[in-house]
């Protein structure tokens, strides 16, 4: 097992392989590729798109994820987010990812794997994350990126649980998970409140290798 700093807590980063006993780095993806989607890393040069996507996308992110709204302001803001996404990726502390069109050439969204906090690696567990940009909203494209992920997830990282949080009235959101084939374990009460006041619950959804896989393009 190896320890790492990600620059706010210890986060111990392993998997065990369950025949030769061992402890080692677990393995990412480049890309995972669908009927419609191209899920990979941002590049550093992906920059420009990934803001201009972020402006078109910034008002509809905010009222769900008023935080994830307020990042990439700029194109340099934009260029250091993906630089330290990468250097994350590369200590395996949590992965973003863009949604493109299948051949790569138009950013659609994100979609991020997190290791569950705390010992994500230790089970392992993860956080699924996601926006799309509101030309894109209502095609399917975040349903299949989710879906990439989370077969890649139990595929090759052996995960044990895929979780996704999302307050209930967020029902094009909420629409993810159900589709998926997640199972909805329940509600916790008043766990957030917007900047705005509003007070809110949160869904807690998940999906365990006992679950049926998610398809492909349901
Ligand atoms: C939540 C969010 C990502 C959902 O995006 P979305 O576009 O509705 O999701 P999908 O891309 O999977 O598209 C689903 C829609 O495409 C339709 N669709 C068309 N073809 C489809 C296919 N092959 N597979 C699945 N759905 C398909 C579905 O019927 C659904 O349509 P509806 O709008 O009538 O319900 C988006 O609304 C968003 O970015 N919101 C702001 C940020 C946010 O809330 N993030 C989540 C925080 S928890």
């Given at each position: 097992m190896?320890?790492?700093?990600?620059?706010?807590?210890?986060?111990?980063?392993?998997?065990?392989?369950?025949?030769?006993?061992?402890?080692?780095?677990?393995?990412?993806?480049?890309?995972?590729?669908?009927?419609?989607?191209?899920?990979?890393?941002?590049?550093?040069?992906?920059?420009?798109?990934?803001?201009?996507?972020?402006?078109?996308?910034?008002?509809?992110?905010?009222?769900w994820?008023?935080?994830?709204?307020?990042?990439?302001?700029?194109?340099?803001?934009?260029?250091?987010?993906?630089?330290?996404?990468?250097?994350?990726r590369?200590?395996?502390?949590?992965?973003?990812?863009?949604?493109?069109?299948?051949?790569?050439?138009?950013?659609?969204?994100?979609?991020?794997?997190?290791?569950?906090?705390?010992?994500?690696?230790?089970?392992?567990?993860?956080?699924?994350?996601?926006?799309?940009?509101?030309?894109?909203?209502?095609?399917?494209?975040?349903?299949?990126?989710?879906?990439?992920?989370?077969?890649?997830?139990?595929?090759?990282?052996?995960?044990?649980?895929?979780?996704?949080?999302?307050?209930?009235?967020?029902?094009?959101?909420?629409?993810i998970?159900?589709?998926?084939?997640f199972?909805?374990?329940?509600?916790?009460?008043?766990?957030?409140?917007?900047?705005?006041?509003?007070?809110?619950?949160?869904?807690?959804?998940?999906?365990?290798?006992?679950?049926?896989?998610?398809?492909?393009?349901?």
């Amino acid at each position: 097992m190896r320890a790492r700093h990600d620059g706010e807590a210890l986060v111990r980063i392993a998997l065990k392989d369950t025949h030769s006993r061992l402890w080692h780095t677990p393995p990412m993806f480049d890309r995972l590729r669908g009927s419609r989607v191209l899920v990979r890393p941002y590049a550093l040069d992906d920059a420009q798109q990934r803001l201009e996507a972020m402006e078109e996308s910034r008002e509809h992110i905010r009222k769900w994820d008023p935080e994830e709204a307020g990042i990439c302001q700029s194109l340099q803001e934009t260029h250091e987010w993906i630089a330290h996404k990468l250097s994350q990726r590369a200590d395996r502390v949590s992965f973003s990812n863009g949604i493109w069109n299948v051949d790569g050439t138009r950013l659609l969204g994100g979609v991020g794997l997190h290791p569950r906090k705390p010992e994500g690696w230790s089970v392992p567990a993860f956080t699924v994350g996601y926006w799309i940009r509101p030309s894109a909203q209502g095609f399917g494209y975040v349903t299949e990126a989710v879906g990439l992920v989370v077969n890649f997830a139990l595929d090759a990282l052996g995960a044990q649980r895929l979780e996704i949080a999302c307050d209930p009235n967020n029902i094009r959101s909420m629409a993810i998970p159900r589709r998926l084939g997640f199972k909805m374990e329940g509600r916790a009460r008043n766990v957030y409140r917007y900047p705005d006041g509003r007070l809110c619950d949160e869904a807690i959804w998940s999906l365990t290798p006992t679950d049926s896989r998610p398809v492909a393009n349901p």
